[in-house]
Nanobody, 126 residues
Framework: QLQLVESGGGLVQPGGSLRLSCAPS????????IGWFRQAPGKEREGVSC????????KYADSVKGRFTISRDNAKNTVYLQMNSLKPEDTAVYYC???????????????????WGQGTQVTVSS
């Protein structure tokens, strides 16, 4: 099982930015599609963004399009989620998840992923 570690969360004012990182413990991410998900208190977990193992295909939830950017640096074995123009409604615990998948596959459905990190808290508040 792949162990994932998220980092980069914190408290930021509305309109600010954060960059989340997702890195594995002891293994390469090269063959994995990665998804970012979030869960706010009292709400269901939702897909935010995802990227294929090749990095050539990305998807975004409508609520974050134009504000969030997912990317991967295989040399650093890390996937990033750059979050700009943050809003209070972006407040949640953010999780990354991984699934072995070749080609252009990735998914915003959490049930498609087997391996998950512990999450990092993002709070957007003035």
């Amino acid at each position: 099982q792949l162990q994932l570690v998220e980092s980069g969360g914190g408290l930021v004012q509305p309109g600010g930015s954060l960059r989340l990182s997702c890195a594995p413990s002891g293994r390469t991410l090269d063959y994995y599609a990665i998804g970012w998900f979030r869960q706010a208190p009292g709400k269901e977990r939702e897909g935010v963004s995802c990227i294929s193992s090749s990095g050539g295909s990305t998807k975004y939830a409508d609520s974050v399009k134009g504000r969030f950017t997912i990317s991967r640096d295989n040399a650093k074995n890390t996937v990033y989620l750059q979050m700009n123009s943050l809003k209070p409604e972006d407040t949640a615990v953010y999780y990354c998840a991984a699934e072995i998948a070749a080609g252009s596959w990735s998914s915003l459905r959490d049930t498609e992923y087997d391996d998950w990190g512990q999450g990092t808290q993002v709070t957007v508040s003035s």
